[in-house]
């Protein structure tokens, strides 16, 4: 049982792993693991000369499970150790070379391994292709000492720079989405405090006078009781009504505080696109009364949303018209459509856009999705 548990704790991922990182993205562990079926080359190699033979079995027997012993800890191990195992592999194969053609492919997989270990390294990815051509430079001029004809080892250096390069731009760009998504949500976090600490400075200044004023009436009226009746009564009144009038400036606030911003929705949806890839191009809103702009903006919301999840696209943009007596409001996607039909989400638009006398139009093809709104302008100075 401690033999068990001690395996477990041996392959168990560290905090700042590579596995650790893909789990936070919401990947399946196994996906990392796919990549192990290249290893079959292991097994394809002697078919092309050497031959299965005692010692290509006994060798396999033994370095393979060694192979993926080590493959298994770059992803499980920290950052600052993960790079040792995949140099182990490249040294697995060196060390094999004279009687193990198939080591070969331990050499490819160790040099695409130290991609994600040097990207956090001060060269970076010109650091991590450099080690990579000083790899191959050295195991290519081992195998010509050993006797390896030229033709079968020339082409591991370019190939496993091209694999690394590809891996190494991979995760620098990956790199980048996680930054971009991280800055994304700080910039909620701190648009959120900055309301609550703007909702609380409201309150204070709407609420502060208008309590010290009931109590002050309150307490007048309380003296006034036995020598004035009459006067105790209207200081009661007035007391109550700057309460009534006091409990309707916070109801109005409140209102205020749940209605969205067009603006503000624009900036959201724009990192939101931004963290998933999506080029976002929009008009500036228009100015609109809160009865039109709060279901507008949460229209936008929806859609964005939606891009960000489920369209897979890579532009999008939002347009608005507007004339004297309507506003449209366009936002399409050039991504791969909605297969499923209308879901709950666009049903929630199309209810938000018909309780105000609009009218909303969602068409969804392989070529994209747009979602058209139209809503009537009141006339100036009537609510709309």
Request: aromatic share 8%; charged share 25%; glycine share 6%.
């Given at each position: ?10 392959f168990r991922?560290?905090?700042d792993s590579?596995l650790a990182?893909?789990?936070r993205?919401g990947?399946s562990?196994?996906?990392?693991f796919i ?7 292991v097994?394809?190699?002697?078919s ?6 005692r010692?290509?079995?006994s060798?396999t027997?033994?370095s393979?499970?060694l192979?993926?012993l080590?493959y298994?800890k770059?992803?499980?191990?920290p950052?600052?150790q993960a790079?040792?195992y995949s140099?182990?592999m490249?040294a ?12 070969l ?6 040099c ?11 060269g ?10 000083v790899?191959g430079?050295a ?5 010509l000492w050993?006797?390896?004809?030229w033709?079968s ?6 190939m496993?720079?091209i694999i690394?390069?590809?891996v ?5 760009d990956?790199a ?5 998504q991280?800055s994304h949500d700080?910039?909620?976090r ?6 609550r ?6 309150l204070?200044d709407?609420?502060g006078?208008t309590?010290?004023?009931i109590?002050?009436?309150?307490e007048?009226?309380?003296k ?7 006067a105790a009564?209207s200081e ?7 309460a ?9 606030a409140?209102t ?6 067009l603006?503000?929705?624009l900036?959201?949806a724009?990192?939101?696109l931004?963290s998933?890839?999506v080029?976002?191009d929009?008009?500036?809103?228009p100015e609109?009364?809160?009865?039109i702009e709060r279901p ?8 964005a949303?939606?891009?960000?999840r ?12 507007r004339?004297d ?9 050039d991504?791969r459509?909605a297969?499923?039909g ?8 199309r ?8 009218s ?8 994209g999705t747009a979602?058209e709104?139209a ?10």
């Amino acid at each position: 049982m401690d033999s068990t548990q001690r395996l477990r704790s041996w392959f168990r991922p560290a905090p700042d792993s590579h596995l650790a990182d893909a789990m936070r993205r919401g990947k399946s562990p196994r996906s990392e693991f796919i990549h192990l079926l290249w290893s079959v080359w292991v097994f394809i190699t002697p078919s092309f000369g050497m031959g299965y033979d005692r010692l290509w079995l006994s060798l396999t027997l033994l370095s393979y499970p060694l192979f993926l012993l080590l493959y298994a800890k770059t992803f499980v191990a920290p950052r600052r150790q993960a790079r040792w195992y995949s140099l182990a592999m490249v040294a697995l194969s060196m060390a094999l070379l004279r009687w193990y053609p198939s080591g070969l492919s331990y050499f490819v997989f160790g040099c695409v391994l130290l991609a994600p270990s040097c990207r956090d390294t001060r060269g970076g990815l010109a650091g991590y292709l450099a080690l990579v051509l000083v790899l191959g430079a050295a195991v290519v001029a081992e195998a010509l000492w050993i006797g390896y004809p030229w033709q079968s080892v020339v082409w591991l250096p370019p190939m496993t720079l091209i694999i690394g390069l590809i891996v190494g731009v991979e995760q620098r760009d990956r790199a980048h989405q996680d930054a971009l998504q991280l800055s994304h949500d700080e910039v909620r976090r701190l648009a959120a405090t900055a309301e609550r600490e703007r909702i609380g400075r409201d309150l204070h200044d709407l609420l502060g006078h208008t309590l010290s004023l009931i109590t002050l009436k309150l307490e007048l009226s309380r003296k006034l009781i036995d020598r004035d009746a009459a006067a105790a009564r209207s200081e009661i009144a007035e007391a109550e009504k700057v309460a009534r009038h006091a409990l309707a400036e916070v109801r109005a606030a409140v209102t205020g505080f749940r209605a969205a911003d067009l603006a503000a929705e624009l900036a959201s949806a724009r990192l939101l696109l931004e963290s998933s890839r999506v080029a976002l191009d929009y008009d500036a809103p228009p100015e609109l009364s809160p009865e039109i702009e709060r279901p507008l903006a949460l229209v936008l919301r929806e859609a964005a949303t939606n891009i960000a999840r489920h369209a897979n696209a890579t532009r999008a943009e939002v347009r608005f018209v507007r004339n004297d007596a309507q506003l449209r409001m366009r936002i399409a996607d050039d991504g791969r459509g909605a297969n499923a039909g209308e879901g709950n989400g666009v049903v929630g638009m199309r209810e938000r856009v018909r309780a105000i006398g609009g009218s909303f139009e969602f068409a969804s093809s392989k070529a994209g999705t747009a979602v058209e709104v139209a809503v009537p302008l009141a006339a100036k100075g009537q609510p709309a």
